[in-house]
C-alpha cells in the first residue's frame, strides 16, 4: 500500500523499514507478547516486549502522521487521536503487567491488537487513498 504510493522503491539491501514493514513488525511483536504472558515469562521479559512494541509503534505513528500533515490529510485529527488512545492503551497493559495481572492484560493486547488491524485496515488505508488521489492529480496536470 504505503511503498508504491509514496514512489519509493526500497532496495532489499536497506535497512530502514517501509510503512508495511513496519505494520507486519508491529504485528510480530503483538503476537510474541501474547506468547509470552501465555507461557509466563517472567515480568521483566514481558516489559521488554511491551516497550519494544511500544518503539515501534510510536516510530510508525510518528512517520504515518508527518505523511499526513505533508499531504493535508483532512481526518487527520481523528486519525492522531487514535494512536495517542492505542498509547493509552499500552500503558494500561504495562500497568496490569507490573501488577501480576497477567490474564487482563493479555485480554487488553489482544482487544489493542484487534484496534491495530483494523485501524491499519481502514483508518491508514484512507490517508494512502488521499495521497494517492492527490499524486494522481499532480500527474494529471
Do not use: G
Given at each position: 500500500m504505503w511503498d508504491s504510493l509514496l514512489g519509493r522503491h526500497v532496495p532489499?539491501?536497506?535497512?530502514?523499514?517501509?510503512l508495511d514493514q513496519e505494520h507486519g513488525h508491529i504485528n510480530?511483536?503483538?503476537?510474541?507478547?501474547?506468547s509470552q504472558m501465555q507461557n509466563g515469562a517472567p515480568i521483566l521479559e514481558q516489559l521488554f516486549a511491551l516497550q519494544l512494541l511500544e518503539s515501534?509503534?510510536?516510530?510508525?505513528?510518528?512517520t504515518e502522521e508527518a505523511i499526513m500533515?505533508?499531504?493535508?490529510f483532512p481526518?487527520?485529527?481523528?486519525?492522531?487521536?487514535?494512536?495517542?488512545s492505542h498509547y493509552q492503551s499500552l500503558e494500561v497493559i504495562s500497568?496490569?503487567?507490573n501488577a501480576s495481572?497477567?490474564?487482563?492484560?493479555?485480554?487488553?493486547?489482544?482487544?489493542?491488537?484487534?484496534?491495530?488491524l483494523?485501524?491499519?485496515r481502514h483508518k491508514d488505508q484512507e490517508v494512502a487513498d488521499w495521497k494517492r488521489r492527490q499524486v494522481d492529480g499532480l500527474l494529471d496536470s
Open positions: 532489499k539491501e536497506r535497512l530502514e523499514l517501509t510480530l511483536l503483538i503476537c510474541a507478547l501474547e515501534f509503534l510510536r516510530a510508525n505513528c510518528v500533515d505533508e499531504c493535508s481526518l487527520s485529527k481523528s486519525h492522531k487521536e487514535e494512536h495517542r500497568r496490569k503487567i495481572m497477567t490474564k487482563e492484560a493479555a485480554a487488553d493486547l489482544i482487544a489493542l491488537h484487534q484496534e491495530l483494523a485501524h491499519i
